[in-house]
């Protein structure tokens, strides 16, 4: 019955107004009289509350009406505006909110029952009415109003006195000027109710934008990536030109594309506030949450970021803002004994700087403390104690990137479950930014995110191996050395196998690209060596390749489907003569080469290669029992938590088991059953159905984007370990047997069961 | 004429195979390809289509069949699927044919293998067999290992 245009334009509009009115609200909460802010609020449910009636949206148009006539009294200044008041606004919002959420997926306005916030809204109002009499602000604007409607005979004396010297000096022109001075003055007064002022503004705002459809700036986008390539060709093709008419021509082109593609950019350019905005409520209600007091000061929200950018950032900022209080800040009374101010402060800034956009995020509270910092990530094993005793401490404060740590003592609603700032770090990085941290002890805590500006053009070296040219981003690249084969020969060394090259005194690891590939190497003896020095989750490593072009502005575009599966490239992109380039994704590159933990790529038609010996030596295990009994082992970088789920959470998906967890569908491997399975023979579970215990021990395990959980009958231990003695596995599914803790163990091959055991699910998913 | 359709047709070998001309988009003299290392197999590599990079699936190798000879250059017929357009790999091109159902047949129980589940059926044509490929079965690459 609604007309789905109408409604669409509708629920655009609102959602954007809703989002200003967050901010509004908390604006007036500080300072309730801001007017201009205060009208504007007025003016937003007002529209709201017109719209829903136009359109018979009953429930919606009631609560806005409700929080309309309690702000028309605040706007009369027959009140004035409290954190009572924000707090009931706010709901008002969110049930807006929840509402059109569900008009916008059923059409309808949802079940659920808001006459108890109407009826809190209304009850504020009407307090407001009986204790207005006291309240002496009766509307001043209008009386002068009055005044100048009804008598500017009167006032014309009053008006013209301070100009009364000028009468005198020309007595002649006398008779005109005075009614001209009388109104000015008058005028003056009268004339700036700020709504009128702000309405024309905001015309005038509509009049000169239009809205478009995102996907149409993306294929603009395109398009132009695509002409920049073409202009690129044509200008290689004109060098060996010398007719000055087509060079002219030529030089047109050039400059026209460039200058295109920089507005064409600016399209999708949005201000920063897009996402700030959303902050100030977000740290009202975790401070009210937490029990802290925080004043949240936010600048540079004009800074402006590409459209897709500011999407990824939202959630790693909310994560550090979510920290900064609920660990940064502390307690009032805490800080009261440390002579600061009760009232925490949380700063979050925007600017440019070098071509990127910096966000610092700093809270003036307890800082980092490093020691704890060290005994947490020892205790979780995340670094071996000599390598803690080593650490500066900006290096141990960088531990807090590590995947399963956390400093907080208690986990609470909002943080402290181990998942966080690795998070944050790994979703920033996959947008090509970079995170750092500084806390200067006792002094609070600045996180520093640096944003590339566009995803869309990346500069990119260009690179030659196997007869084959690669793009690398540059974000990744730190150097270029060049060793002639005598130096090739010397400085190229190798410990048990594994190549290495001494840069600057440090052992720098070394990955052939060729042999990553499993290309035929064409690199001769007598070449020169070149190596492209690389960074992966701050590890550097060198890459040797057959050669090196040049660098390229390139546009990456995503591989299809059937070659998604590949870890080591990140997409391909056409270049200027018209081919194509794979865009190689470093980080993959060093998960294959084992540069960095991770799970082996699962790229089909790839050779299985069982876990080195060299590799497993030292090793953290995470040791436990299976359902079926014994004892085994995997290695615990690839273990991402340790979960217990209660029996009865789990669900079937046809024959598999799976859980909720996060938010996501978490297929559930048993250890026992798989290995079985995969030996061809049926479970020999020992564990009774009566088993008394109703919860279920899950390792969570993850490798890229792939998660599994892996049933055990429970976790023994987590133990660092040099595994000596090892014996070849009698079973698929088992990578060898070795004695842990005077226990023959075996060590399942983690990558392999998970395949096994998902591979239905997986392809539903593709 | 309710029952007839239309197929672009094209070889593989003497062999002559068909898809519904409303998937296919259109088709394209070689294109220098570039390889994709530790790719499945069947992918040949990736080719510039105006702007748009696409797969390119080797037919021969995807329907079990021998590979081509060096000396041959292959043609893209490119194929539209949900994810955007995918090449085939195929040896020359044939004509857009229109057959009606009287001529079709279902794949005899003697073809086994891989290139079942690939095959719709067959038209029997008055000089030659036109044998009919599944689309999506051929653009969904097996998983190669279990």
């Known amino acids: 019955m609604l007309n789905n245009e109408i409604l669409r334009e509708f629920l655009l509009e609102t959602h954007e107004n809703l989002a200003l009115l967050d901010s509004d609200l908390i604006t007036l909460e500080k300072n309730p009289t801001e007017k201009n802010t205060l009208a504007q609020v007025f003016r937003t449910l007002h529209s709201v509350k017109g719209t829903a009636g136009f359109m018979g949206l009953v429930k919606l148009e009631s609560v806005a009406h409700s929080a309309e006539s309690l702000l028309s009294k605040l706007r009369a200044g027959e009140m004035r505006f409290n954190p009572t008041i924000a707090t009931a606004m706010l709901q008002v919002v969110d049930a807006i909110r929840e509402m059109l959420a569900s008009i916008e997926a059923s059409g309808e306005e949802g079940t659920g029952d808001y006459s108890a ?14 204790e207005a009499p006291t309240v002496p602000s009766p509307a001043p604007a209008q009386v002068v109003e009055q005044r100048v409607a009804e008598q500017p005979v009167v006032e014309h004396p009053a008006g013209a006195a301070p100009i009364a010297p000028q009468p005198s000096v020309v007595p002649v022109m006398a008779p005109p000027p005075p009614p001209v001075a009388a109104h000015s003055p008058a005028e003056t007064i009268v004339i700036p109710p700020p709504e009128t002022a702000t ?73 920063i506030g897009n996402v700030l905005n959303k902050f100030p409520r977000i ?86 403390d490093e020691a704890r910092v060290r005994d947490k990530a020892l205790s979780a094993k995340l670094v071996s104690p000599e390598v803690a005793a080593g650490m500066s401490r900006q290096e141990l404060l960088r531990l807090i990137f590590l995947p399963g740590f956390s400093t907080a003592d208690r986990v609470t609603q909002f943080s402290g479950r181990g998942v966080g700032m690795d ?43 196997g007869g084959q040219r690669y793009a690398i981003p540059q974000v990744s690249l730190l150097e270029l050395v060049r060793l002639d084969p005598q130096q090739a020969l010397r400085g190229i060394e190798r410990i048990q196998g594994a190549p290495v090259y001494r840069l600057r005194g440090t052992l720098l690891p070394m990955v052939f690209l060729d042999e990553q590939l499993q290309l035929a190497v064409t690199r001769g003896a007598t070449d020169d060596l070149n190596i492209i020095v690389l960074q992966a989750d701050d590890r550097p490593f060198g890459l040797i390749v057959d050669a090196i072009r040049d660098t390229e502005e390139i546009v990456v575009k995503p591989l299809q489907q059937q070659l998604k599966g590949i870890s080591v490239f990140a997409g391909a992109a056409i270049m200027g003569d018209g081919r194509v380039a794979l865009v190689l994704d470093v980080l993959g590159l060093a998960q294959r080469a084992s540069v960095i933990p991770g799970l082996k790529s699962r790229a089909v038609g790839e050779r299985e290669r069982p876990a080195a010996p ?27 938590r340790l979960e217990e789920f209660p029996r009865s959470s789990l669900e079937n998906l046809g024959a598999r088991q799976v859980v909720q967890y996060r938010g996501e569908i978490l297929p559930l491997v048993d250890v026992s059953r798989e290995l079985a399975s995969l030996g061809g023979h049926a479970c020999a579970t020992k564990r009774h159905e009566d088993d008394a215990s109703d919860t279920v021990s899950v390792v969570v395990y993850a490798a890229g984007e792939q ?58 998913t593709t | 004429m309710t029952d007839s359709h ?141």
Not at chain 1, 254 to 259: K, Y
Not at chain 1, 342 to 365: Q, T
Not at chain 1, 618 to 640: D, E, K, N
Not at chain 2, 130 to 137: C, T, Y
């Open chain 1, 117 to 130: 916030l109407t009826a809190e809204v209304d009850r504020l109002r009407e307090a407001g009415e009986n």
């Open chain 1, 199 to 271: 309405e024309t503004k905001a015309a005038n705002v509509a009049d000169s934008n239009i809205r478009v459809d995102v996907g149409l700036l993306d294929k603009l986008m395109t398009l132009v990536g695509e002409l920049v390539l073409a202009r690129n060709q044509i200008l290689q093709y004109s060098a060996s030109h010398e007719d000055d008419a087509f060079l002219g021509a030529v030089q047109r082109l050039n400059l026209l594309t460039t200058e295109l593609q920089a507005s064409v950019m600016k399209t999708r350019m949005q201000p």
């Open chain 1, 283 to 368: 740290v009202r209600d975790l401070a009210l949450a937490c029990g802290k007091k925080v004043r949240f000061e936010m600048d540079g929200q004009d800074t402006e970021l590409d459209k897709t950018l500011i999407e990824a950032i939202r959630d790693p900022l909310t994560h550090i803002v979510r920290n900064a209080i609920d660990h940064g800040i502390e307690p009032p009374e805490t800080r009261k004994s440390r002579g600061k101010p009760e009232e925490g402060r949380l700063r979050m800034v925007a600017y440019h700087e070098g071509g990127k956009v910096i966000i610092e995020i700093s809270d003036d509270g307890g800082g980092i």
């Open chain 1, 423 to 465: 998070v944050v770090r790994t979703n920033i990085e996959r947008i090509g930014g970079a995170v750092d941290i500084e806390s200067p002890p006792g002094q609070g805590t600045t996180i520093r995110t640096k944003i590339p500006l566009t995803l869309a053009i990346i500069p990119a070296l260009i690179i030659v191996s």
């Open chain 1, 614 to 640: 060299a590799e497993s030596a030292g090793q953290t295990l995470l040791l436990f029992a299976p359902s079926a009994g014994g004892q085994m082992a995997m290695p615990l970088s690839l273990v991402a």
């Open chain 1, 707 to 764: 998660r599994a959980g892996l049933i055990v009958d429970r976790i023994l231990d987590i133990v660092h370990d040099q595994v000596a003695t090892r014996a070849r596995a009698n079973r698929p599914g088992v990578l060898f047997t070795a004695i842990v803790q005077e226990k023959v163990t075996e060590f399942i091959d983690v990558a392999a069961l998970v395949r096994a055991a998902t591979t239905d699910l997986l392809q539903a």
């Open chain 2, 6 to 146: 239309q197929y672009c047709t094209f070889y593989l070998g003497d062999q002559c195979f068909g898809l519904d001309v409303l998937r296919v988009q259109e088709i394209v003299r070689y294109q220098p390809l570039t390889l994709v290392p530790l790719a499945h197999p069947m992918i040949r590599g990736l080719i510039n289509l105006r702007g748009q990079i696409v797969t390119a699936i080797d037919l021969r190798e995807r329907l079990g069949l021998p590979p081509r000879l060096e000396e041959l250059e292959p043609v893209n017929v490119v194929v539209q699927t949900d994810e955007g357009a995918v090449s085939l790999l195929v040896d020359e091109i044939g004509d857009v044919l229109e057959v009606t159902e009287e001529q079709f047949e279902r794949p005899p129980e003697t073809l086994q293998g891989t290139a079942r589940d690939l095959i719709q059926g067959v038209y029997k044509l008055a000089d030659r067999l036109l044998v009919i490929l599944e689309p999506e079965q051929v653009l969904s690459l097996p998983t190669a290992r279990t």
